[in-house]
């Protein structure tokens, strides 16, 4: 079984960075696909950013040039970087892992491991 863990959350003013981690336990593959999503009150979990098995990344438009995911080589631990801060940035952030291939990145019913989430909270 996977689990991940995620940190680093907290609150920061508008234009501020935060850097978020997710530690990885449990057997994973070289295939697997990594994300992040994030879930404002009264909305629906949305997509951050995502890192596939090829180390390609993907980025929703509103965090372009803004946020940065990585992993480490172990892919023990995922990151996002997230710089300029703005305050509708605020939301739960969670890491998830998708087994498969090849997925639609973007939806959250595509992954099968999902963190408990931390919050981001950004003062104007």
């Known amino acids: 079984q996977v689990q991940l863990v995620e940190s680093g959350g907290g609150l920061v003013q508008a234009g501020g960075s935060l850097r978020l981690s997710c530690a990885v336990s449990g057997r994973t593959s070289s295939t697997y696909h990594w994300g992040w999503f994030r879930q404002a009150p009264g909305r629906e979990r949305e997509f951050v950013a995502a890192v596939n098995w090829n180390s390609v990344t993907y980025y929703a438009d509103f965090v372009k040039g803004r946020f940065t995911i990585s992993r480490d080589s172990t892919k023990k631990t995922l990151w996002l970087q997230m710089n300029s801060l703005k305050p509708e940035d605020t939301a739960v952030y969670y890491c998830?892992?998708?087994?498969?291939?090849?997925?639609?990145?973007?939806?959250?019913?595509?992954?099968?491991?999902w963190g408990q989430g931390t919050q981001v909270t950004v003062s104007s």
């Open positions: 998830a892992a998708a087994r498969y291939v090849y997925i639609n990145y973007t939806i959250p019913e595509e992954y099968n491991y």
